[in-house]
């Protein structure tokens, strides 16, 4: 079900009486938790006195109700939190060109559609884990060398279907092509310590807890743990290290969270100036924070917490190539069982 979240105290009951463009209102559906940003979201609102509604879901939910509504859709913003979401959703025509070249020129090039569909708001590092006590720190250095059969039964990892990792693979056939991809593969999951099950962050417990030595999951999990309520996730963001690979030439496979303007919307104008709003680079840093990622804008650096897990080199000329391969990538891992 969906879950609403209301700058102005609208019900979840009365989604189907979203504010109309007569009003000053920006309507969002969020594939993200919507209290991840709800601190901009009221600064946004403060400065422009402009109503942020959202509402946050599943992103294949929220996706089908975009197509089921169409023009009919009160939703002026997509926010996603993965480039091959984005591309879906300009494929299915429910985006339209963000009319800002201040938008365009705040976000690199490697990183928003070249026909100005979407741009990216932060970018998170699929990174390596590993064990502060039963692994040195420079025993991995890049992806390749975690099909080592030194490291058999001593990898976790989730299912190897979802998105974060079909992107990882379909990045691995952009810079290497796909005979050396599906050769990364079978060595991979030659060395996984268990059946892959849980999310990012169950895998890094899972390295604190002694089951497996290193782990791959996203950089932004590893900043929620050392922030959680929990003793636990915190003891394992104490015994747990983070490496970025690089393999040759190429950086950590990096992904972005990005936003768009919807075809249907009704509020456009109002939808451009909070996509403005959250690209200036005092956004951003806070935007990053919030969310434990890297801003998007050159010239806004990461925060504390970020910086000290070393420099984050990112493969950003694959970002844009990453959806071409995703169902090549997804045909491969299903064949390799991981």
Not at 30 to 46: G, H, V
Not at 92 to 99: A, D, E, F, K, S
Not at 140 to 150: A, F, G, H, N
Request: charged share 20%; with cysteine.
């Amino acid at each position: 079900m969906y879950r609403l979240v209301c700058v102005g105290l609208l019900m979840g009951a009365l989604l189907p009486r979203f504010s109309m463009a007569k009003d000053q209102v920006v309507n969002v559906y969020s594939f993200r938790q919507a209290e991840l940003i709800n601190p901009i979201i009221e600064q946004f609102t403060q400065e422009t006195g402009i109503k942020v509604n959202v509402v946050s879901g599943k992103a294949d939910v929220l996706l089908q109700r975009l197509i089921k509504d169409g023009e009919d859709s009160f939703a002026d913003v997509l926010l996603t939190s993965d480039v091959a979401r984005l591309e879906g959703a300009k494929t299915l025509n429910l985006l339209q060109p963000i009319p800002s070249n201040n938008i365009l020129e705040n976000v690199p090039k490697q990183l928003r559609d070249p026909d100005g569909h979407w741009v990216g708001l932060s970018v998170r590092a699929r990174a390596i884990f590993y064990s502060k006590e039963r692994v040195a720190i420079d025993a991995i250095t890049s992806y390749q060398d975690l099909t080592d059969p030194q490291w058999q039964g001593k990898i976790c990892a989730r299912q190897g279907g979802h998105f974060y990792n079909r992107s990882l693979v379909a990045s691995f056939i952009y810079n290497y092509g796909k005979a050396w991809s599906e050769n990364w593969i079978k060595m991979f999951v030659k060395n996984l310590a268990m059946r892959p099950h849980g999310g990012d962050r169950d895998q890094i417990r899972k390295v604190s807890n002694g089951q497996c030595d290193l782990a791959i999951a996203n950089s932004y999990y590893y900043g929620m743990l050392s922030a959680s309520k929990k003793p636990a996730d915190r003891r394992a963001y104490a015994n747990v290290g983070i490496i970025f690979p690089r393999d040759n030439a190429f950086g950590t496979h990096i992904n972005i969270s990005g936003v768009a303007i919807t075809q249907a919307a009704k509020n456009k104008k109002n939808a451009t100036q909070f996509i403005e709003f959250l690209t200036t680079k005092r956004v951003q840093a806070l935007y990053a924070k919030l969310n434990y990622e890297y801003p998007i804008r050159q010239g806004v650096n990461p925060n504390g917490l970020l910086s000290s897990w070393g420099a984050l080199s990112g493969d950003a000329d694959a970002v844009l190539h990453l959806t071409k391969y995703h169902q090549l990538a997804n045909e491969m891992i299903s064949k390799s069982h991981w």
